[in-house]
């Protein structure tokens, strides 16, 4: 199971996307555009469509130091 703990939450992978997007005060299309992907992408990942390759994680990783 891909689950984090934050602040003594328990959130799997695709909660931890759309928190650390939410933090960081950006859209969808920002999200992306900062790490590298399309709007679709992230808009899929949110909604458990699809999973992000390696290299999307190493980027989004980034985003949260």
């Known amino acids: 199971m891909n689950t984090a703990y934050y ?6 992978f695709l909660e931890g996307i759309k928190y650390i997007r939410k933090v960081t005060y950006l859209n969808q299309e920002s999200f992306a555009k900062e790490i590298g992907v399309s709007f679709s992408t992230v ?7 699809s999973k992000p390759n390696y290299a999307a994680i190493k980027n989004q990783c980034f985003l949260q130091y």
């Open 43 to 49: 808009n899929r990942w949110e909604h458990g469509k």
């Open 7 to 12: 602040r003594g939450e328990n959130m799997n």
